[in-house]
């Protein structure tokens, strides 16, 4: 007997595989792990917007051989390609044979062009796929705190705004969500009053859903085309209509964030700069990462080489690690002499804080002495033991430290009967210049805030790039810190409770909590520190000219 063959949609020729994947609303974290996973795959990603390039090298990184970029939203002549155009490039990316993915907007089968696609690839005979992303017409809202159904509100109609729409089809309270209807937002709500709803019927519309840029307008069907004019709402923009928009007053959690859209720089090593990033991000900030340090080794590495083997030949009773970048260092060098963690059996380990000793732990070590205080090298003297000839078979501690760091440590070691070797573990040096456009926007305001982690940002960035401008935020790591901060002119507005740069960042979102609500509070519009009144003299002047 023979089996009859069977033709299904998406079969196709092995010459080539496309994968029509949904990138989400705008908020790179609402990629599905598919749609990742067929990125990091990709020979070619034929892309739709412009933003779409970053999205791809966000989740490819900065590795050599990543996937050829196809711009899928123009042609070679600057013309926005038709969907049919845009088919053509896809099919003939997939018959060179290679794995194509093709990046759309929200959901492919979502309003949008992935049908007319897909349709193209079955014509060629290309095998292909769909990937769901999440549909701006669920997520934006999501983001605004609006549901789109409740308990009371079951329906839900989706529109399209364009020229032949029969507005009185939608005269019931349904909830409705309007896709492209800002510019014509005024004519739409009075045919939806002209229809029988209500004047006074909740309106939302929000601009750039999901991203930090997001904002949102709630009006009613009577104000909203007043509203959206006086607020310069432009596309893209997800427009709802009907009680569901009420709730967003409770459910508001996103443009409620305490940092949200706030710029906030951060001024570290590069390697050091991405879990600082990452928390701002959480807290709604965009962060802007500014080298302004530079780890480098030391000029002269004998005496650096001189402690490791002494370390190895057991000359030392303790080793007392002050920053993870001396741990990096020690770490290195062992590396470099083919040792590893077993050459420190025996000896005594001090760390500076939580953070240096989970870098230690990341090396399979313990730290023995972690400051019960005060993380800092004034915290580790105080819970120092003293040197006692009859229990310390040896007096000697290694300190590997920075170039640059205060002596404090070894004069204090020194008072406890302890004899150190101070080594130049690594050196900081200063990073190159920022562009313009950063040092511009770093002397005008255009920062909400900036976190120093040290007393190295703070000369480092003030001499890179100048004094932050007096309505930036400042927020600092400890007093110390604070002390360099007020030396350079600045103003601390934020003091961590805690030398710890997670600390550091809640303490930045607190201050920003706490202004958020007195703003509320007082009945003020929520801005940020950049967005700055014209100040008084100013005010002046321009009244007396239009006197």
């Not at 949609?9 to 996973?37: E, M, N, Q």
């Not at 997520?139 to 605004?144: E, K, S």
């Not at 770490?331 to 059996?345: H, I, N, P, Q, V």
Request: charged share 25%.
């Amino acid at each position: 007997m023979t089996r009859g063959k069977t033709t299904t949609a998406g079969s196709g020729s092995t010459r080539g595989w496309v994968s029509f994947v949904g990138s989400g609303p705008g908020d790179p974290g609402l990629l599905t792990v598919r749609a990742v996973d067929l990125l990091e795959q990709a020979d070619v990603v034929v892309t739709e917007l412009p933003e779409h390039v970053d999205l791809v090298r966000a989740v490819r990184g900065a590795t050599e051989g990543g996937p050829e970029i196809v711009d899928g939203g123009f042609g070679e002549d600057g013309q926005p390609l038709t969907h049919a155009a845009r088919a053509k490039v896809v099919v003939r990316q997939a018959k060179r044979g290679v794995r194509v993915v093709r990046l759309m907007s929200g959901d492919p089968f979502v309003y949008a062009s992935g049908p007319e696609e897909a349709q193209a690839c079955v014509k060629a005979g290309l095998a292909f796929e769909i990937v769901p992303g999440v549909s701006s017409v669920s997520a934006v809202p999501a983001y605004a705190g609006i549901p789109l159904t409740t308990k009371d509100h079951r329906e839900v109609a989706v529109v399209t705004c364009g020229e032949k729409v029969d507005w009185s089809q939608y005269a019931d309270k349904r909830t409705l969500v309007l896709l492209s209807a800002v510019g014509q937002i005024g004519d739409i709500a009075a045919s939806l009053v002209a229809a029988g709803r209500s004047p006074q019927t909740p309106v939302a519309m929000t601009r750039v859903g999901t991203t930090t840029e997001q904002a949102t307008v709630t009006s009613t069907l009577e104000r909203i085309g007043a509203d959206a004019r006086a607020a310069r709402m432009a596309p893209p923009a997800v427009t709802v209509v009907g009680d569901v928009v009420d709730l967003r007053e409770t459910l508001s959690w996103f443009e409620t964030k305490p940092l949200f859209g706030w710029r906030v720089l951060v001024p570290r090593t590069k390697e050091q700069a991405g879990s600082v990033s990452q928390r701002l991000r959480s807290y709604g900030a965009v962060p802007d990462e500014v080298p302004t340090i530079s780890v480098e080794p030391p000029r002269n590495p004998q005496q650096m080489d001189k402690a490791v083997r002494g370390l190895v030949e057991g000359r030392y009773e303790w080793i007392a690690f002050t920053s993870v970048n001396a741990v990096k260092a020690v770490r290195e060098k062992f590396e470099e002499y083919g040792l590893d963690a077993r050459a420190f059996s025996g000896l005594k380990i001090a760390a500076v804080g939580d953070k240096t000793a989970q870098a230690i732990g990341d090396w399979g070590l313990r730290a023995d002495l972690v400051p019960s205080g005060e993380q800092s090298a004034a915290g580790l003297l105080a819970d120092w033991p003293e040197y006692d000839e009859m229990l310390d078979p040896i007096n000697r501690v290694f300190l590997p430290r920075a170039d640059i760091a205060t002596e404090n440590l070894v004069a204090g070691l020194v008072d406890l009967g302890w004899e150190c070797d101070d080594v130049t573990a690594y050196r900081t040096v200063r990073a190159a210049p920022p562009p313009a456009p950063t040092r511009d926007a770093i002397k005008t305001g255009k920062f909400d805030a900036v976190v120093f982690t040290s007393s190295s940002t703070v000369r480092n960035l003030v001499g890179i790039a100048g004094k932050p401008h007096p309505s930036t935020v400042i927020a600092v790591i400890g007093p110390a810190t604070a002390k360099t901060a007020e030396e350079h002119g600045l103003r601390v507005d934020v003091l961590s409770p805690a030398p710890d740069v997670d600390v550091l960042v809640d303490a930045l979102a607190d201050f920003g909590a706490a202004r958020r609500l007195a703003m509320v509070q007082a009945g003020q519009p929520v801005t940020k520190p950049s967005d700055r009144k014209p100040s008084a003299r100013r005010r002046t002047r321009e009244a007396g000219m239009a006197t």
